[in-house]
């Protein structure tokens, strides 16, 4: 992702062995891209750009590179040091023709927030003002990465914030979903997991039908689609972000 506080991200591609390394967003027209996801249906890449205060959408090589969504002016100092504008984790329900995202606020702040809009932005409204963003969750600890299940149509996401509600892996069903009215109190969702250390990357694997998730503290964990059994897959003296899978 760069150095945070510059403008410097960018988004690649590799074969899986590591060979054959492309650039696919250059240094510059990203600032700090952070959870990525492949619509493989249209394919396309949605990705979050923390402190750039975006969502982005593109071909898989690059091209038709679009903002989706924008919270703020990144060259706005104000703007650019809220952590309310900072979009994190994004995913795509195709069933729906929507796409999902959290803007994460203050570290442990209590102040996450879930958002979803159409795929397609409102003919002559623009990623700033667009007016179909609906407000699914506000108030929760720290939301990080996100997944839709579309068999079930079930809305998952890590949360980093403190416990008992942080550190976790949560979940709600999309169809009692809907956006906050003020002074509304968020919908029922489970914590289908707890005890990780600073939880960020998720992953879920339709096929086998289990969840792999990773900290901060170093950790990648596997659990059942519902949460349980959560077993280490791998423990290690580094801090791990996001996390991607590949059935080979």
Not at 86 to 96: A, L, R, T, Y
Not at 149 to 163: F, K, S, Y
Not at 204 to 227: A, E, F, S
Request: aromatic residues 8%.
């Amino acid at each position: 992702m760069g150095i945070p506080t510059a403008n410097d991200g960018t988004v690649q591609s590799c074969k899986l062995d590591g060979s054959d390394v492309k650039t696919v967003i250059k240094a510059g027209d990203v600032h700090t891209p952070k959870q990525l996801i492949v619509d493989q249906v249209n394919d396309k890449l949605y990705f979050c750009d923390r402190e750039g205060l975006r969502v982005w959408r593109c071909n898989l090589e690059g091209s038709e590179y679009e903002t989706l969504i924008q919270t703020g002016d990144w060259k706005n100092e104000k703007d650019a040091a809220d952590p309310s504008n900072w979009c994190v984790g994004i995913s795509v329900n195709q069933k729906e023709g929507k796409f999902y995202w959290t803007q994460k606020g203050t570290s442990k702040g209590g102040e996450g927030r879930i958002f979803r809009a159409n795929v397609q932005t409102p003919k002559g409204e623009s990623a700033a003002n667009r007016t179909d963003i609906e407000l699914l969750f506000s108030g929760l600890p720290e939301p990080i990465d996100i997944e839709i299940d579309e068999d079930t149509q079930t809305l998952l996401w890590t949360d980093r914030g403190d416990p008992p509600t942080g550190n976790s892996l949560n979940s709600a069903k999309v169809v009692e979903l809907k956006a906050l009215k003020d002074g509304e109190k968020n919908p029922g969702y489970k914590i289908l997991a707890r005890q990780l250390h600073e939880a960020i990357g998720l992953k879920l694997d339709r096929v086998n039908k289990q969840i792999y998730l990773t900290d901060l503290g170093g950790t990648v964990y596997r659990t059942g689609i519902d949460g349980k059994d959560k077993k280490k897959v791998y423990d290690g003296e580094y801090s791990f972000s996001g996390i991607a899978l590949a059935h080979v």
